[in-house]
């Protein structure tokens, strides 16, 4: 019987539930004799090649559910990507401490790595078992239907939409929000959820998945706000030009990458602001208001779904398990079966590293500013439940008095 | 006795608990016969003056309960200021529709609408009693121990400092939000309620009361980041330079200002975007990321403090009590009486219209840098109820086995 220690890791960007998969691994872990101690390694696999390793064995159970229900990743994160160096580097750490499993939870670029520590491990001869366990705000895991985390984001971004779409119905104009996602649309395309009755915004909705044409966008929401004097609209962070470049380069303010080749995007305020900026001047409306989501959207505290946080719990444990009982290296992914339930599955790794999943045809709206029916009956059961559900007044208009 | 209608209006930026107060009126007025119809203006006093009224009389009690708990105007809102002619038309409409008390809910710059109208009504022997309900995010009125509306948004910044926090424990360096607050730096210096253990952020806080210095500034990110790895801070969308020079007008990105000559400071992003751009450039720190919270600071859904939902809603009610048992016009006030109770009294509205209260030099930390633990202490009862509480692994550092 293999045994040893299992050591386990957070990578990428932080998310709300990220720590309810540590969490579910942890305690699934210490049911197993063979399992020594459980090391969690600080910074992802930054930490196991700094022999960061801390040691979970003696965490209470009561500080591991409050863990469960913190945001970001209580192990700390990285966004390093291995070459064979650096993978050496980390078989010597794992071996030194005597390691015979390996969990890291991530999104596709963590995945990537994970496959390249799987390969490496096979060509030095050592046994160590890889087991990735999918975590992103993005939605773009391939062989899932979706990823723990972005369900939270998803909530995060229906609640505030709900909000500015009542504060621009008070003060009216345009309100316009970058959201996060990358190449994937589903993040912004979430906000659609927010509507209750025929006029709730967000009005338009621009996806990364379809060409941002700027004449075509701003006769967009001339046409919204001519008809309902206002306009609320969600940008995904990620929309490009017909050629192919995202906006927020053009702008040239964001000609940051990560190691994984990543854009850094996150200069979206740059982005909210140049796009209100040609709604004020190109067509004369006088207010128009910019925001970008921000860091908000994947650690807000306080604003998680049950189903996402259920979910990800499970694919912790479901790792642990497939490690144990499991034939071989892979990654945890999420099947929706009926609707709506999930079972959870084992794909190989490189069916899921560093792909990119997009949106389905099927769920963007043919407009190519909206989605689909389809997009918000899949999304709809992620969300949790006691979403907030805004009300109206219903007080019928009083007749004039005045002639004027 | 007098009697007629009853007419209430939601001025200036909308919060979280504003309907709470217009609930709280509407369901008082509904116990006092000589008050004969409840009539809600649309969009402030621009609905008064366009007769965009809506009947609230025939509102139930379960739409109420729902509005209530809806963040935004439900009426709809407005930064109109009325002059001498706008009043003329605003008394001109209220006489036609036989308004006897007129309710408005807002902050310092409504309270300074509802002055020149009560001046005025006096000038035309027009007999209206004229009630102010206080609201805002800013908490900058005089006379009240807070503002409804402020801790509400004061608890979204507390959340979101949070877990933009443990995001940036997860991956290190630089984090800085610009929040909300005009002149006074109480929204911002709320940030400080979400540390929990030493180390935790923000580290540092930047309000409108002290003079904002830039190298100051960098030095001080930098002392931080040397020592943690890592620096989150919050600034206030209203700092100043040593000229008295709002930063956001500097960088030459705001130059709208409303009718009651504020400036408009919302292109927060961009300051974000040039205190990050200085601390990379200056301190040659790689990873520095920026946000402004924004609109979702004043309108999230689902973030509402449940002390500041009961106060706007007594507010909304006291004010109707005043409007038919009172001697005359003024500006409803909260009092805090012990730790923690407020009571409810009537102030005259010159002392609240169009005057902005800051922070005491007490609730300012002496580095000018941070709050003092007698600010926390103001604030922490409040944020309300069942505030997340981040957890943190306790586990122990693992001894390195290599010898690199």
Chains 1, 2 share one sequence.
Not at 100 to 129: C, P, Q
Not at 254 to 274: C, K, R, V
Request: proline residues 4%; aromatic residues 6%.
């Amino acid at each position: 019987m293999r045994s040893g220690k299992l050591v386990i890791a957070e990578g990428g960007g932080p998310t709300a539930v990220i720590n309810q998969s540590l969490v579910g691994a942890i305690i699934e872990a210490r049911c197993f004799p063979q399992i020594e101690r459980i090391y969690g390694a600080r910074y992802g696999v930054r930490g196991v090649v700094d022999e960061d390793f801390v040691d979970l064995s003696m965490e209470s159970r009561a500080n591991l559910e409050a863990i469960a229900v913190t945001p970001s990743s209580a192990l700390g994160s990285t966004r390093d990507k291995p070459d064979l160096a650096y993978c050496r580097d980390i078989f010597a750490s794992l071996k030194a401490h005597g390691a015979a499993w390996f969990l890291y939870i991530g999104g596709n670029d963590t995945a990537e790595t994970m496959r390249i520590v799987s390969e490496e491990a096979d060509k030095e001869h050592y046994d160590l078992r890889c087991l990735h366990v999918p975590k992103t705000i993005d939605n773009d895991l391939m062989q899932n239907d979706h990823a723990p985390g972005f369900p939270s984001a998803a909530r995060f971004v229906v609640e505030a939409f709900m909000g500015v779409d009542l504060d621009d119905r008070a003060l009216r104009g345009v309100y316009l929000a970058v959201v996060m996602g990358r190449e994937s649309g589903f993040l912004t395309g979430s906000s659609a959820a927010a509507r209750t009755i025929d006029g709730d915004g967000p009005h338009l909705i621009y996806l990364p998945e379809r060409v941002f044409d700027e004449d075509r966008f701003l006769s967009e929401v001339k046409t919204v706000h001519d008809k309902l004097g206002r306009c609320v609209i969600a940008v995904s962070e990620g929309v490009r030009d017909a050629h192919g470049a995202p906006l927020s380069v053009r702008i040239g303010k964001t000609s940051e990458t990560d190691p994984h080749g990543n854009i850094q995007l996150s200069s979206a305020g740059a982005l909210a602001d140049l796009l209100c900026a040609e709604i004020k001047s190109k067509l004369g409306i006088k207010r128009a208001r910019g925001d970008a989501f921000g860091y908000l959207e994947r650690s807000f505290a306080g604003c998680a779904s049950d189903v996402d946080q259920r979910e990800a719990r499970e694919v912790g444990e479901f790792a642990v398990k497939q490690a144990i009982w499991g034939r071989g290296d892979g990654s945890v992914a999420i099947r929706r079966i009926g609707d709506y339930a999930v079972e959870y599955g084992l794909v190989k790794l490189a069916e899921v590293a560093g792909k990119t999943r997009v949106m389905d045809d099927a769920f963007i709206a043919s407009s190519g500013s909206d989605v689909t029916p389809a997009y918000l009956n899949y999304l709809r059961p992620l969300l949790g439940g006691d979403l907030p559900r805004p009300a109206r007044l219903r007080g019928g208009a009083v007749a004039k008095m005045l002639k004027r």
